[in-house]
């Protein structure tokens, strides 16, 4: 679905990483209304180039083919990569290796922003019944929130040593709906998530920024006061779909970790081996 929410801002060209995942399938045809040209990158083949599109095949843990998709770019959102918790190998190739690999190339081929999708699994091991904000420290709630701290800290030594701009967006959960009890809090809609990466596309300055992406909704865990100057404003909330959900789901185990942390599930996932 294409929208027309994108900032008058236009680039020349985008880089969209992960174009064939669930985030990158949703932000194809929105991104495109801010810029001449949208790469759009994945690991296997993708089909044909749209109108305004090429199409670079690149696993991320290949160097040097990360290096040539980075050519030519003004500005990156990174949405490849393992996005639940896996075990170690599949998450060091495409969330480690591959993130350096991206940072290498955006410092080689001069790009000077990137929208990092990092993930609220960065501090899943905070409780339910908390409130943080930007300064909290990370509390992983697997490998895959520990590979997402470490994308975040490059990005940081990136801007720090190289002025490389990185927002990194700590989604919660971007779907269609909400799907459980947990989702009410953590719920990103599509619409707002095209508002959040163009903001953080879009905005003069960002340095190194973190924000978490999460709509409008009534039951936050997340305080975004400190990201304000990315200029983000979220329009919808999870709100009209609670009663459905509570009905669905009317009673909670509150001795299961899954219950009584914010990464849910993915604080029991695992280990694989
Ligand atoms: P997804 O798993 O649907 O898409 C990620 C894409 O990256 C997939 O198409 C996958 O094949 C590709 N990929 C994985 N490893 C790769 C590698 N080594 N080289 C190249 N491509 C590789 O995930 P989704 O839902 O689209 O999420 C996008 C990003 O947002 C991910 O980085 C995820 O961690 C993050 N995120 C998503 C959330 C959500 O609610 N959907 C919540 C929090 C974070
Ligand atoms: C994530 O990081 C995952 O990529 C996504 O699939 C969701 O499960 C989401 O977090 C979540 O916490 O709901």
């Known amino acids: 679905m294409?929208?027309?929410?994108?900032?008058?801002?236009r680039f020349k060209r985008l880089l969209l990483t992960g174009a064939a995942g669930n985030l990158g399938r949703e932000l194809r045809p929105r991104l495109k209304a801010c810029?001449?040209?949208?790469?759009?990158?994945?690991?296997?083949?993708m089909g044909?180039?749209?109108a305004g599109e090429e199409?670079?095949?690149?696993?991320?843990?290949?160097?040097?083919?990360?290096?040539?998709?980075?050519?030519?770019?003004?500005?990156?959102?990174h949405m490849g990569g393992i996005s639940t918790e896996q075990p170690f190998d599949p998450i060091l190739a495409g969330n480690i290796v591959g993130v350096y690999n991206l940072y290498e190339a955006a410092r080689k081929q001069g790009v000077k922003r990137i929208v990092f999708a990092s993930s609220n699994h960065v501090t899943g091991?905070?409780?339910q019944d908390e409130v943080i904000d930007i300064d909290d420290r990370v509390r992983p709630d697997g490998l895959y929130g520990v590979s997402k701290a470490f994308g975040e800290n490059l990005g940081r030594f990136y801007f720090d040593r190289y002025g490389i701009e990185t927002v990194c967006l700590r989604i919660g959960s971007a779907f269609a709906q909400p799907k459980d009890r947990r989702m009410l809090a953590t719920w990103l809609s599509f619409d707002d998530l095209e508002r959040l990466v163009v903001a953080a596309l879009t905005a003069p300055f960002v340095g190194f920024s973190i924000i978490y992406g999460?709509?409008?909704?009534?039951?936050?865990?997340?305080?975004?006061?400190?990201?304000r100057h990315i200029g983000y404003h979220p329009?919808?909330?999870s709100e009209p779909f609670r009663a459905a959900i509570e009905a669905r789901q009317p009673e909670l185990d509150y001795s299961d970790p899954a219950v009584i942390y914010q990464g849910g599930g993915f604080v029991r996932a695992g280990p694989f081996e």
């Open 125 to 127: 091991f905070y409780r």
């Open 214 to 227: 999460v709509s409008d909704n009534k039951t936050l865990w997340w305080d975004n006061q400190k990201s």
């Open 48 to 50: 044909e180039a749209g």
């Open 235 to 237: 329009l919808d909330s």
């Open 55 to 77: 199409i670079v095949i690149a696993p991320l843990e290949d160097r040097d083919a990360v290096l040539r998709m980075l050519e030519g770019v003004d500005a990156v959102v």
């Open 2 to 9: 294409s929208s027309s929410l994108a900032s008058p801002l």
């Open 35 to 45: 810029c001449d040209t949208l790469r759009v990158s994945h690991r296997s083949d």
